[in-house]
C-alpha cells in the first residue's frame, strides 16, 4: 500500500533501511527470482538426479552449487530483515526503532526462514553414509524450502498493487506460475513414485516403457510433466494411467486439488473479465435503455438517429470529465494542476492579454473543465449570466432564436470566450450557444472573475482595455460609465 | 465509441476520408473477412498441402492465388490507412490532417502491417530450390499474417458497440470463432509434428492409421481436428494421443493454454448470463421481501393478493417510465419528442380544442408522462390543485369517499382529463382519483397551464370557453367573475 | 410480468379468454408438457425404432398413436391461439379484439406452428413406397417439431416470475432439463449414425459389440446415452470413441457445443450463488469491518464482545424492519395492513381502552412498527415528547440517570405505552428508556395522537381518563387544569 | 444469527436450555462430528463388509459397535431437543415454553430423527434369517442416516455466521468436505453395483483384476474411490470403465451431478474471489483513473508522483476511517469507546492537564479521530477557528503564507493541538497546518468545548491556566480581558 517512491519518507537512521528504497526493492525481487528458481529445481533434483547416471553428473553438480548460492543469499536476507524499517499496522507509520524491528522479526517469521536456509542436504551428504535415510531426510528438511515461496506470493501482491504494472497482466502471469509449478511439482511425485515402486511393471511409466530408467533424464521428465498436465487439465487421455494403490492414492489426492485449482482459476478470470466489460457493459445498457425508449413510443427515424447519436457522445463525454479526481486532491496539487493544464489558453484569451500572471493564477484556481457533446445548450438565451467559458477544444454555434425560429450565427473555435458579453453588462445573454463538436469548454463564475479583478487594479483596467477594443460599439458606453461611476457598473 | 452515422462529422478535404464513413466501414468489414479467411487457410494451406499428392493439386494452386489475392488488397488497405482521419484519444475530435495522419500510421502498425504484406511464400518459390529450407523460411514469416488478425479483433470491439447489433449475439459469435480458431491452428500443428516426424509410427495419427499419408486430405484434417478438439474440451478418449516427447511437449502446451482459454469462456458467458438475469432477478427480489413481509407478519390472504399484485404492476411501470432518459437528453432532442408524443393527445382533450399548435407546443413542452399501477391514488380528495392529468392509456376511477365510505362515480377513459375542475376554480379536489388499469398520465403544473394561457389572450379564451361547454352549471358563475374581474380569477 | 389472479382484468367478450385465466394456463401447462414428451419421444423413435425387430412392434405402434394425438392437441392449441387475448407491449393493456389477436398470429408465428403440426409421418407413410427417402422426409419435417418447444421455454420463463415457485428451483430444473435433453438427443444420433453406416466394424458401438442390433433397446439406447453423457461431462473415458470421419465430425460438433453448454450451466449456478450469498456476505462485512475495529484500537473484550453483539442484533432488525416496502404500497392497502397488525395491540394498551373504532383506524394509520436492537436507547432523559411508543414484543428498561450513574427503576413488557406521560404534560422526559431484549416497537407522532383526539370528544375524554386512572397522583392536577381550560393545556 | 455469547439472554426455566449456552454448542458440535463419521462409515460398511472375509472380521465388529453407540448419543439428542429454547422467527425471541418447544419438535422433525435411529442393522439381525432380504432391508432404512446430516449442515451455516472463523477458510472445508463424501459415497456404489452382479468378468474391476474379491479390503476401497474421483473430477483416463447397463446408468446419473457438483465448487470459488479482489480492485480503479487522467492531459512527471502518491495514502485513510461503525453504535458503547480511545490522549495534551475526570469524559464524548493523508491542508489560513485537532499519530506542519511563499514554521508531533489559539481568541487562523506524513487527528468543535468548559468553573479556570502558560505573550491580554469581562470573551 506504499507508494513507490513516497517522498515523505525520510530515513532517520543511517543503519536502518526503508522498504521504500529503491535498491532494496531489487534486492526483493532478486530474492523472489532466487526463491522461485530454487522451488523449481529442488524436486527436480530430488526425483530426476538421485539415481543419476554418469552424463547427468555435470548437471547434477551445477544444480547441487546453485542450491548452496541461493542459501547463501537467503542467508544475507535473513540478517538484512533485521535492518529494514516496517510500517505499523495501526498507525500507518514506519518504524524505525532497530529493536522493535528485530523483536517483530523474532516473533514472526525468523525461525522457519532460519531453518529453510540451513543446508541439510549438506549435512546429510557429511553426516550419514546410509543412502536410503539420508534421502529421506533430505527430502523431509529441504520441503522447508517451499517456505521461501512467500517471498514470491509477497511480491506478488506487491506488484498487483503496483500502478506501474498492468492488474491483469500480473494476475494472469501469477496464475500461469501457480499451475505450472503444480503441474511440475506433480510430475516430479509421479516420477518419485514410479521410481522407488519395487515392482517397476507396475508404475504408470513402467508399464508402457519397461526400460524407462535407461532414457534420457529430458524424456523422463517430459514424460512426467506430460501425464501431470494432462490430468490437470483433466483432459485424461488414459495412454498413462496409475497402475498401483499408491499411484492411485496420490493421483486422487493430486485429482481433487485440480478441481479447486480450476475452480480457482476460472473464478480469477471471470473476475477479470467482469471487471473489464463493465464500461462497455453500461454503455450498452444506457444505448439500450435509449433504444427501447425509441422503438416503444415509435418515435421517428430522424429523431432516433439524433438520440443515439448524443447517447454516443455523453457516454464518451462522461468518460472524459474526471472532476471527481480532481475534487479528491488536496489544495497545493489541485493548484499546479489547474496552473498547468488552464494558464497557457486562458493567457491567449483575448480578455486576459497583458494581465499579469498572478491575477491569472488566481482565476485559473476557480476554473473547471468540462467535456459537452455536440448539440447540447451551454447558454440558453436570456439566462442569467452566471458564467463565462472559454473553448478550450471543438465549436461552439451561436445561435439566434427569433419567433420561435433558430439562426446560426456564427461559430466560435478553440480560444474564444461565451458569454463574457452578458457578464460584463451584466444583463440576460442575447444568443444562445450549442455545441457543434465534442467540446471542451473552461469554465468561471462570473463572480469569481469579479473578486479576482478587484485584488490588482492594474489588471481590472487591462481586462477591460481588451473587451473594449474586441467589441467596438459598446467601446464608448462602456467608457463613460466607467469613468463616471466606475463602482457602480451593474456586474463589475 | 463514433456513433455510426455521425451528423456532425463534415469532410474538410477531399482527399481524406472520414473512418465514419459508411463505403469505408464496409471495406473494413471485407478487409476482416478475407483476413480471418486468409488466417484460416493458411495454417491448412502449410500442413496438407506442402506435400501433397497430384488430385490435391488444383486446390493447392487456388489456395495460393487467394493468398496472393489477399496479398493486393491488403496493400490497397495500407496505402488506404493514410488518408483516413482519426479520432485524437484526448480532445476526442477527428483530425484531417494528412501529415499528421501518415505520421501517427508510420510511428506506430506501419512497418508490421507491411512486413506481413509481402508475399514471402513467392519469394522463397523464386529464389530458393531447397524445398527444406524454403518451407522453413515461408512458415516463419508467414506467422506475420497472424498480425493481421487485429483487424478482425477491431471489427469485434466496433461491433460490440454498435447499437444495432445484438451485443449478447456478438460476444457469443467472439467466443465461438476464437475457439473454433484455436482447435483449427491446434489441428494443423497437430498435422505438421506428425508429417516431419522420422519415424512414422511413433506418431499420433500413425499409430493408429500407418498409411495415414495415403487417405484423403480431408479424412487426415478432420482427424487432426477432432484430436485437437476432443484435448481442447478436455474430453481427452485417448483413442488418439501422443506417442513421443516432441508431441508431448506441444500437448502439454494446449493443453495448459486451453485450461486458460476454457476459463475465459466460463468467465465470458457468466458475465453475459449475470447481466442477462439481473432484471428477473430484481423483480423476484422485491417480490421475495414483500411475501416475506406478508408471511411475517401472517397478513390474510386477500391482502397477499392484493400487495402482490401490486407489486407485480409496480414493477412493469418502472420498467415502462423511462423518464431518466428524457431527461438526459438536450433541450432541442426533448422538446421534438414531447411534440412527437403528446401533441396528438393534447389536441384531442376537450379542453385544448382549436388551440392554436404554438400555445400547444409551449404546453407540450412542460409535460410529463408517467405510468401508474392500477390501484394507486393519482389526486386524493381535498388536495390542493398542484396538476392537471391528461389520460393517454388505461382506465381512472372517480371516487367520492363520504363519511369513510367509497363509491365509484364515473370512470375516466383514454383522452380524458383530471383535476381540471380544481385546477380552474383553485380550491381543492373533491374527488379521489384512483387508477383502475395500468394507465400512463400525461402531468402538466397548473402554473406552467396558467403561463401558457398568458402568452396569447386568443388561446385563453378558447380553453375558457371549452371549460364552460363541458362544466356547463359552473358557466355562468365563472362568466360573472371573469367578465367582473378576469384578473382576480383565484387561481387564473 | 402479469400476475396470476389479476383482480382489475375483466372479460369484455364471451368468445375472448384472458391469458390469465386459470383454465387457459392449466392448458397451456399441459401443452407445454406435451411437447416435451413429444421433442423427447421423437428422436429415440427415428432413432430405435425405424428399423425395430419384430419384438419392439408394440412400442412402436404406442409411440406412433401418442405423437398423432399430440398433434390434434397442438392442431386445438393452433384454432384456441385466435380467441386469446393479449397484452399490448406498449400500453400494457390486454387487447380483446379479436380482429388485432387474428391479425398479430398470422403475422408472427402461425405459420410455424401450423407447419409443426402437419403429421408428415403420416402422409409419407400414405404417399410413398420408398422407405429411405420417405425416411429421409419424414426426419427434416420432424425436426419441426423441435420448434414447439418454444412452448417449455415460454413455461419456464413465466415460472421464473411466478412468485408461488422457487427460482432457484425452477432454474436448476430448467437446467437439469435442458442438459438431460440434449445428452438424449446426441445419443439418439450417435446412434443414428452407426446404424446408417455401410461399414458396421468401422461404427464406435459396432467395434466393442458386433452384434450390437441384436440386443435389446434399452441396452442399445442406454450404451448411446452414456456415451452422449461421458463426452458432455468432458469425462470422456475412451472405452467408446468415434471409429470414423462421420462420427469424428458430428463429436467434434457435440464436444464444442458442450463447451458452451458447460459454461453456461457453471455460470447459472454462479448467478445463483452469488445472489444467495449475498445476505451472508454483507453480514459478515459488517461484522468484519467491526473486527478490524476493535483490534486496530486494541479495545477491550469487554467491549469487544459488546459491539459485536449490538452488530448481530442490528443486522437482525434491519431484516425485520422492512418499513420500505410499506412505503411502497398505495394509501388503500396500507391502511388494511396497519389495521391488520396494530389494531389488537393498540386496543389493549390502558390508553386506548373503550375508544372507538374509528379513532384509533384514524391513529392505526399513522404509526410505524420498528425493531430494535437490545442496548439501545429509545427515548433518553431530557429528550423532548415528540414520539410515544407501544411495546409490540420485547422488553424495554426505564432507566433513572441521576449524578452519572445509572439506575433501572422497572421492566415494561409487551403492551405497555413508552412517553406518553411526558407526551401529555408536554414537558421532557424524565427517564430514559432502553431496549433490554431485541424489541418490536409502534412509534406514533405526539402531534398525530393529539389531531386523531380532537376529531372524536368522546374518545378525548375517555383517553384521559384512562390516563388519569393509571398515573394516580397527577390525577387531580390534569383534572384541575383540564376543566378550568382545556384548550390551553400545553400539549393538548 | 444469534450471537456467541449473548448477554442479554436468561434462563427463566431450570429445566430449560439456552441455544446459546456454551456446554450446548459443544454437545452440537461433537453429534455434528458423530453425525459425519456414521455417514461415512455407513456407505463403506454396507460395500466391503458385507461379505467380508474373517480377518476383517475384527474391523466389521468395531464398526458396528461404534454405529450402536452413535445411534444412543442420537437417541440423547432427541430427548434433548425436548428441553432446548428456540429463537421464534417472528419475535426473534427465545420461546422457554416447554409445550411449545415440544409441539414445535413435534411437528417438524421429530418423526424423521426418531425413525432415522431405530437400529435397523440389529433389528434385522435379530429377526431374520435370510441374509439377502436383510441386506436390502438394512441398506434402504440405513439411508435414513442420512436424513442426519443435517445436523452437520447445521454446523456450517451456523460457522459461517460466526464470527470467530474465518469465513473464507469455512466455505472452503465445507466444499472439500462436500466433495470427498460424495467421491466415498460413489466409490462405495461402485462396488457394490460390481460386487452384487452376477458376471463377475464384465463388471468395471472384475475386468481389470478378476479375483479382485481376495485383494486387500483397503485395495478395493482405494480402486473403487479412484475411479469415483477420476469420474468426479472429470478426468475420465478410461483404465477403469463401466461394463454394464446397470454401471452405465449409475455412471451416468453420476456423471450429470459431478457437472452440477463442479459448477456448484466453481460458483462458490468465483463467489469468494470477487469478494476478496474487491478493495484491490477499488484500489486499482481509483488509481487507473487518475493515472489516465494524469496521462491524457499530459501532466509533467512530479505531479504525476504527487498525485498517485496522494490516492495511495488516501486510499489507506479510508480504510483507516471506520467512523461509520461508531455511527452504528448505540449511545452507551460509542461513549465507553471514546473514553478507552481517546481519554489517554487528551488527557495528556498540554490544555487539558489537572482538568477533571468528568469534564474529559464529556468533551471525550464529543471528539471524532479521522486519519489524513500526507500533504493536506488540515486548516487553512484565515479559515474561522470552527475545529481544534488534538494530534494522536503522525507528524502537522505549520506553514506560514506570506505573499505566495510557503515557509514551514515548525513541525507539531503527536500530543499536540492544532488550532487552539485561534479558537481561543475566536479570531481566524494565522497559519496554515499541513500533515506531513499519514496523520490521525482527533477533532472537537470549538463550541463543544466552550460548552463542556461552562459546565465546571474550575475546570474552565484550568483550561485557562493551561493555555496561559503555553502561550505566554497573550498571557496578560487574555487575563485582562478575562478579568474585566469574563462572559464577553469573544469566542469564549
Redesign the interface.
Known amino acids: ?3 513507490p ?4 519518507v525520510q530515513c532517520n537512521s543511517k543503519r536502518i533501511i526503508t522498504p521504500v528504497d529503491c535498491r532494496y526493492r531489487c534486492w526483493e525481487t532478486l530474492m523472489a527470482i532466487l526463491v522461485a528458481y530454487s522451488a523449481w529445481v529442488y524436486p527436480f533434483e530430488l526425483a530426476f538426479m538421485s539415481k543419476s547416471s554418469p552424463h547427468d553428473a555435470a548437471t547434477k553438480r551445477l544444480l547441487y552449487i546453485s542450491e548452496y548460492i541461493i542459501d547463501v543469499f537467503f542467508g544475507i536476507e535473513i540478517i538484512l530483515t533485521f535492518f529494514v524499517a516496517y510500517v505499523d ?5 514506519l518504524v524505525w526503532d532497530s529493536r522493535k524491528i528485530a523483536l517483530r522479526y523474532l516473533k514472526t517469521w525468523f525461525l522457519m526462514d532460519f531453518a529453510s536456509t540451513i543446508p541439510f542436504g549438506l549435512i546429510v551428504y557429511v553426516c550419514t553414509d546410509r543412502h536410503k535415510l539420508g534421502l529421506f531426510y533430505q527430502s523431509v528438511f529441504g520441503m522447508l524450502r517451499f517456505w521461501r515461496l512467500r517471498k514470491v506470493m509477497q511480491l506478488f501482491r506487491r506488484l ?2 503496483d ?1 506501474r504494472f498492468n ?1 491483469v497482466l500480473i494476475r494472469c502471469i501469477k ?2 506460475l501457480v ?2 509449478f503444480f ?1 511440475h511439482l506433480a510430475g516430479c511425485v509421479y516420477y518419485i513414485l514410479a521410481d522407488t515402486y519395487p515392482h517397476s511393471g507396475k508404475t504408470w511409466i513402467g508399464s508402457v516403457n519397461p526400460n524407462f530408467r535407461e532414457g534420457h533424464v ?2 523422463r521428465y ?2 512426467s ?2 501425464w501431470s ?11 498413462v ?2 497402475m498401483n ?1 499408491r499411484e ?2 496420490f ?2 489426492v493430486y ?2 486439488f ?3 485449482l ?14 473489464g ?1 463493465r464500461t ?2 453500461e ?2 445498457n444506457s ?7 425509441v422503438s ?5 427515424e430522424s ?1 432516433k ?13 462522461e468518460n ?1 470529465n ?1 472532476q ?2 480532481m475534487n ?6 489541485r493548484k ?2 489547474c496552473e ?2 488552464f494558464l497557457p489558453a486562458v493567457r491567449n484569451a483575448y480578455l486576459f492579454k497583458y494581465v499579469s500572471r ?1 491575477t491569472l493564477l488566481l482565476l485559473v484556481a476557480k476554473m473547471r473543465a468540462e ?1 459537452i ?5 451551454v447558454i ?1 438565451k436570456n439566462e442569467a449570466p452566471e458564467n463565462i467559458y472559454i473553448i478550450m ?2 465549436e461552439v454555434e451561436v445561435i439566434d432564436c427569433e419567433e ?1 425560429k433558430e439562426q446560426t450565427t456564427r461559430t466560435l473555435l478553440s480560444g474564444d470566450i461565451l458569454g463574457e458579453v452578458a457578464a460584463m453588462y451584466g444583463k440576460p445573454h442575447s444568443y444562445t450557444f ?1 455545441t ?3 467540446s ?1 469548454l473552461l469554465w468561471l463564475k462570473t463572480t469569481s472573475l469579479i473578486e479576482a479583478m478587484q485584488t490588482k487594479p492594474v489588471d481590472h483596467q487591462l481586462i477591460l482595455q481588451n473587451f473594449r477594443e474586441m467589441n467596438d460599439p459598446q467601446f464608448t458606453f462602456w467608457d463613460n460609465q466607467a469613468s463616471n461611476d466606475s463602482s457602480a457598473a451593474p456586474a463589475m
Chains 1, 2, 3, 4 share one sequence.
Open positions: 500500500m506504499i507508494p517512491q513516497s517522498a515523505t499496522p495501526n498507525t500507518r507509520l498487483e498493487k500502478i492488474y496464475l500461469v499451475t505450472l503441474s529430458l524424456d517430459i514424460a510433466v506430460y498436465i494432462t490430468t490437470m487439465t483433466s483432459v485424461g487421455y488414459g495412454d494411467h496409475s494403490s492411485m492414492i493421483n486422487s485429482m481433487m485440480n478441481l479447486g480450476n475452480a480457482y482459476l476460472i473464478g480469477n478470470i471471470s473476475n477479470l473479465i467482469l471487471e466489460t462497455t457493459m454503455f450498452r444505448i439500450q435503455a435509449a433504444s427501447e425508449f416503444r413510443n415509435q418515435l421517428p429523431l438517429e439524433q438520440i443515439l447519436t448524443y447517447m454516443c457522445f455523453r457516454f464518451t463525454a472524459l474526471q471527481g479526481i479528491d486532491l488536496p489544495n497545493p496539487i499546479s494542476i498547468h493544464l498572478e467535456y457533446p455536440p448539440g447540447e445548450d440558453v477544444s471543438g420561435g450549442r457543434k463538436t465534442m471542451q
